[in-house]
């Protein structure tokens, strides 16, 4: 049976190759294989290693677990692929048992915040705003529960230098700095036309005249229905289409139970008058 290192030379080669099917094919089969059965902080080859490529770059992942291909894939084209990506969502439950060193957590910790980036980047290609944005900030709050992702002066050569890059360029990212920005924008203009602030309310869709949206490449798209992340957390104020509901004044709205557990002290005295 084939090893998770022999899978990605296949992978490898047919790269070089131009065959990007088969590429995507057995880069998937080595990191099913190394996350099942081998050691998930498995190094890349000595030949790679010692190559001029990564060799003199510090940003260059040197675990096999850590090498991000780019096959322009999606939800449709390799819906078995994404299912797996969604696995490793930042907000996903799924149990790595095998992740059990510090070194292996980190590891583990790194893939979900790269996972929701790809989800967001994913998302954001397929039109969905809301969800785009919702896979971006999950990704950095992740990232910035460690310091060697979320600050390159922190982070170690190698996988973490890559990630804390890809972070730091995800914060300064034209899609994600219009998303933070444009949900208050979106609320405000719900306020101005309809007189609806959007907060307390599952409005995901605004009707509108016309809406103008500046793309990452600098095209100019014009839209009538505008997805807005119109609830605001209560606790820390983040904005999102789809929080839980205060179950006792059913207005404040919560990104999880710790925001609500956090903001009940503040919260009590409203939510009891609501009821009364």
């Known amino acids: 049976m084939s090893s998770g290192l022999d899978l990605f030379r296949k992978a490898e080669l047919f790269y070089y190759q131009g065959k990007v099917d088969d590429t995507f094919d057995y880069y998937q089969r080595a990191i099913k294989k190394i996350i099942k059965d081998e050691n998930v902080t498995a190094s890349l080859p000595t030949e790679i290693l010692h190559s001029p490529e990564v060799a003199h770059n510090r940003a260059y992942p040197r675990e096999l677990l850590g090498v991000d291909p780019v096959m322009r894939k999606d939800k449709t ?7 797996f990506l969604m696995t490793f969502s930042p907000k996903s439950t ?4 095998r992740f059990r060193t510090d070194k292996a957590k980190i590891l583990l910790k790194g893939l979900q915040v790269s996972a929701g980036f790809t989800l967001g980047l994913l998302t954001w290609d397929a039109g969905d705003r809301v969800a785009a944005m919702k896979h971006y900030r999950s990704g950095l709050d992740l990232a910035a529960e460690y310091s060697g992702y979320d600050n390159e002066s922190k982070a170690e050569i190698g996988w ?35 007189g609806d602030t959007g907060d307390n309310k599952r409005k995901e869709v605004l009707e509108t005249a016309s809406y103008t949206r500046i793309e990452a490449d600098g095209t100019v798209n014009f839209a009538r229905n ?18 839980s509901k205060c179950s006792g004044c059913k207005a404040a709205t ?17 939510c009891k008058a609501s009821r009364t």
């Open 226 to 243: 505008v997805q807005i992340a119109s609830d605001k957390c209560g606790n820390c104020g983040k904005r999102d289409a789809k929080m």
């Open 94 to 97: 799924q149990a790595f048992r």
């Open 254 to 270: 919560y990104c999880d139970s710790a925001c609500q557990k956090a903001h009940w002290p503040k919260h009590k005295a409203a």
């Open 77 to 83: 084209t390799a819906s078995d692929a994404y299912q």
């Open 160 to 194: 973490e230098a890559y990630l804390a890059n890809e972070v730091q360029g995800m914060k300064n990212n034209m899609h994600m700095a219009m998303l933070l920005r444009n949900d208050e924008h979106n609320v405000q203009l719900s306020a101005a036309l309809f």
